[in-house]
């Protein structure tokens, strides 16, 4: 068996359970002072304080006084794409809002070229690029979309790049099938047939391949009503995948109340989200998955995070890492962002990336707390406490990234500690 002692945690701080913290659950983080953590083939086996257990023939790791905290969840990123989309920078600084460049056949339909032209191994070369620099950053859990293909072909391609990424990277990714991310130019003027595709040829293929545990949505102005929503996401729901939804991003058509409705698993921006829309992700159980950092990239209002908490709809944030809209991976500044803009506490930012991140991609039995029967995943902190992390803006205050047991000296060794 293989074991990994990590002792002398100067506080470890982790929410707790197998599910998604609401109301002011979320704010309940634990800390436990002079800890350590005992992992036996990539999974906790105990946690303690003081004098750890004895341990023959488990590897020590002295963690030096550091904070411990469990390892970050991204639960929303767009990883595999081909190209970038710098030029965008340019347009935005001239006000072209972010709808227009994609009604232009720019945004996600240039990445969509892009990504038609790449091989699934150039895909994934890029992609494992991205999830170095996360995992660097403290992510050890990464959610991953599709919806750069908006072709059966495609589409394919970039699911079974995320399935070898995910044998072959540290980061265990979990899949998403995004093929109504935006209407392909060659259906322009058939919106009906488009949908027909994805019901009837892509999602079963996509299941039949076993390539996605979730079915996501791009519901929005000019590119999926809330009913075209329904429809595509009742025919994943057959073939077991379960939904997802990105609503109320940009104008309020009726995705946050959808997303309640059929009971998806999360609901993804939420930045313009009305109270019904609130109340019926909580009465669905619907993870609001907040992503802040977009709000910062496009100059965008902030969503209702504190609203949500109150209202018992559990919160999580991630980066949203996607070469349009937010080409961010750092969820570092994801937490701090958490605080400034959406007035959450610490401890409640705390619990959004990693307990209730992990509910939002269904692996809050897995991980997103330090417990034991959760995999391995720890952060060790260059800081003291919490507070530190999320005051300390722009910085990378990982020392060492722990996944299923394995050290990750990553980070950035020159940073200055609390
Ligand atoms: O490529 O612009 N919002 N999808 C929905 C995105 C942003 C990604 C992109
Ligand atoms: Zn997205």
Same mark, same amino acid.
């Given at each position: 068996?293989?074991?990994?002692?990590?002792?002398?945690?100067?506080?470890?701080?982790?929410?707790?359970?197998?599910?998604?913290?609401?109301?002011?659950?979320?704010?309940?983080?634990?800390?436990?002072?002079?800890?350590?953590?005992?992992?036996?083939?990539?999974?906790?086996?105990?946690?303690?304080?003081?004098?750890?257990?004895?341990?023959?023939?488990?590897?020590?790791?002295?963690?030096?006084?550091?904070?411990?905290?469990?390892?970050?969840?991204?639960?929303?990123?767009?990883?595999?794409?081909?190209?970038?989309?710098?030029?965008?920078?340019?347009?935005?600084?001239?006000?072209?809002?972010?709808?227009?460049?994609?009604?232009?056949?720019?945004?996600?339909?240039?990445?969509?070229?892009?990504?038609?032209?790449?091989?699934?191994?150039?895909?994934?070369?890029?992609?494992?690029?991205?999830?170095?620099?996360?995992?660097?950053?403290?992510?050890?859990?990464?959610?991953?979309?599709?919806?750069?293909?908006?072709?059966?072909?495609?589409?394919?391609?970039?699911?079974?790049?995320?399935?070898?990424?995910?044998?072959?990277?540290?980061?265990?990714?979990?899949?998403?099938?995004?093929?109504?991310?935006?209407?392909?130019?060659?259906?322009?003027?058939?919106? !009906?047939?488009?949908?027909?595709?994805?019901?009837?040829?892509?999602?079963?293929?996509?299941?039949?391949?076993?390539?996605?545990?979730?079915?996501?949505?791009?519901?929005?102005?000019?590119?999926?009503?809330?009913?075209?929503?329904?429809?595509?996401?009742?025919?994943?729901?057959?073939?077991?995948?379960?939904?997802?939804?990105?609503?109320?991003?940009?104008?309020?058509?009726?995705?946050?109340?959808?997303?309640?409705?059929?009971?998806?698993?999360?609901?993804?921006?939420?930045?313009?989200?009305?109270?019904?829309?609130?109340?019926?992700?909580?009465?669905?159980?619907?993870? !609001?998955?907040?992503?802040?950092?977009?709000?910062?990239?496009?100059? !965008?209002?902030?969503?209702?995070?504190?609203?949500?908490?109150?209202?018992?709809?559990?919160?999580?944030?991630?980066?949203?890492?996607?070469?349009?809209?937010?080409?961010?991976?750092?969820?570092?500044?994801?937490?701090?962002?958490?605080?400034?803009?959406?007035?959450?506490?610490?401890?409640?930012?705390?619990?959004?990336?990693?307990?209730?991140?992990? !509910?939002?991609?269904?692996?809050?039995?897995?991980?997103?707390?330090?417990?034991?029967?959760?995999?391995?995943?720890?952060?060790?902190?260059?800081?003291?406490?919490?507070?530190?992390?999320?005051?300390?803006?722009?910085?990378?205050?990982?020392?060492?990234?722990?996944?299923?047991?394995?050290?990750?000296?990553?980070?950035?060794?020159?940073?200055?500690?609390?």
């Amino acid at each position: 068996m293989d074991r990994l002692l990590v002792t002398n945690i100067g506080v470890l701080a982790t929410p707790a359970g197998t599910a998604a913290k609401r109301g002011a659950a979320q704010g309940e983080v634990r800390t436990l002072r002079d800890a350590w953590v005992m992992i036996e083939d990539g999974v906790i086996a105990s946690v303690g304080t003081g004098q750890p257990e004895a341990a023959p023939g488990a590897r020590v790791l002295d963690a030096g006084g550091r904070l411990a905290t469990p390892g970050l969840v991204d639960a929303h990123t767009h990883l595999i794409f081909g190209g970038w989309r710098q030029d965008e920078l340019a347009l935005k600084l001239k006000g072209v809002p972010y709808l227009d460049i994609l009604a232009q056949g720019g945004g996600i339909l240039s990445t969509v070229r892009a990504t038609r032209a790449a091989s699934q191994e150039e895909l994934a070369d890029k992609a494992r690029l991205a999830l170095d620099e996360m995992l660097a950053f403290g992510t050890t859990t990464c959610e991953a979309k599709s919806g750069y293909g908006l072709d059966t072909e495609t589409e394919l391609r970039q699911l079974r790049a995320i399935r070898a990424l995910n044998k072959s990277h540290p980061i265990d990714l979990v899949p998403t099938f995004l093929g109504a991310h935006a209407l392909p130019e060659a259906y322009k003027e058939d919106r !009906a047939a488009y949908i027909r595709l994805l019901c009837e040829e892509m999602i079963p293929a996509v299941a039949a391949e076993k390539l996605a545990d979730f079915c996501d949505v791009f519901c929005e102005t000019g590119v999926f009503t809330a009913e075209e929503s329904r429809t595509i996401l009742e025919a994943g729901k057959k073939y077991g995948l379960r939904p997802k939804l990105h609503a109320d991003e940009i104008d309020p058509i009726g995705g946050s109340r959808l997303a309640g409705e059929i009971g998806a698993v999360s609901a993804e921006h939420l930045i313009v989200c009305p109270q019904d829309g609130i109340a019926s992700m909580a009465r669905g159980g619907t993870t !609001a998955c907040l992503l802040p950092a977009t709000s910062f990239y496009l100059g !965008a209002a902030y969503a209702p995070a504190r609203a949500m908490v109150d209202a018992g709809v559990p919160v999580a944030l991630a980066t949203d890492f996607n070469p349009g809209s937010c080409p961010c991976l750092n969820m570092q500044l994801v937490m701090s962002l958490g605080c400034l803009k959406y007035r959450l506490t610490p401890e409640e930012v705390l619990t959004a990336v990693t307990l209730n991140g992990a !509910a939002a991609i269904g692996l809050a039995d897995r991980t997103g707390s330090a417990e034991p029967g959760k995999w391995g995943d720890l952060v060790l902190w260059e800081a003291g406490d919490l507070n530190y992390i999320t005051y300390r803006l722009g910085s990378n205050l990982v020392h060492t990234v722990i996944k299923r047991g394995i050290p990750y000296q990553g980070g950035n060794k020159n940073v200055q500690a609390s």
